[in-house]
């Protein structure tokens, strides 16, 4: 580009407007959130490169970047699951989805037809395994230490069907499982070792992302709507609303402690840390 770093920085903080879905819930927010510091050290790249490149076809958070560690990073690239080492500087196609794309493994449920040209919409990767969601509902699961697609679904069929979250994670019995969270207003847990859906929670607005606590007993829901739900993991039922956003969430993440978690707006200004007793 002919115009720096700053000139460029500049010019986008005078002309860029944040996307609302509640209208001047950003200049409500501004007023009511403390102002972040600034011309602080908070971190320093280790390393950086352009020979990587991803791509990400929602302009809202959507978890189609995975380090799950300081060398491993696994990507998206139009139509191309992939992963990077940064030890070794070598960029691998994990899974092509632009094409034909079926299991190879037989399970209940699954579509042996498997699924044509997915857009995936997000993605999860941990323990050897990874799931990516598709605009249309779609579920693809996959054994990174394996041949070939393991599973595949679709997890609604309403017209209003993106995956908006996933995330793996291991019961208190060991199990692997994974939630997605979809534009349906549903939130499914899936048990990995059968491939079978294991839960089902409906709620009344689309809901753009789920966090399990530390202990597998809660669950945070943020979605269409300026509250987030604290839920029981096993029930479903709702344990407490939250209040403080003034825009709808799309992320949310728990602190180890599993007493603290965040919650955060869809245009960045808004975040609430909320106590868990």
Known sequence: MTITRET??????EQYKNYENIPNSGEAAMKACKSTEKDG??????????????????????????????????????????????????????????GHVAPSEKHPGSLLEGFFH???????????FLVAGGFQGELICKHLDREGVSFCCRTTFDDNAITNALEIFNTSSGALHFIASNNDCGVREYDMERYQQYKHFRFDWPVNHTSLSPDGKLVIIVGDDTDALLIDANSGKIIHSMKGH??????????????????????????RLCPHL
């Open 246 to 271: 003034l825009d709808y969430s799309f992320a949310s993440a728990w602190s180890p402690d599993g007493r603290t978690f965040a919650t955060v707006l869809v245009d960045g200004r808004g975040s």
């Open 41 to 98: 050290a908070y971190y320093e790249f280790r390393r950086n490169t352009r020979s990587v490149k991803s791509t990400i076809s929602h302009f809202q958070l959507r978890n189609l970047v995975w380090a799950t560690s300081k060398d491993d990073v696994y990507l998206l690239l139009h139509y191309s699951v992939r992963h990077w080492s940064a030890l070794r500087g070598v960029d691998t196609e994990i899974m092509d989805v632009d």
């Open 118 to 128: 997915t857009q995936i919409s997000t993605m999860a990767v941990k323990d050897n």
């Open 8 to 13: 460029y920085r500049q010019a986008r903080l």
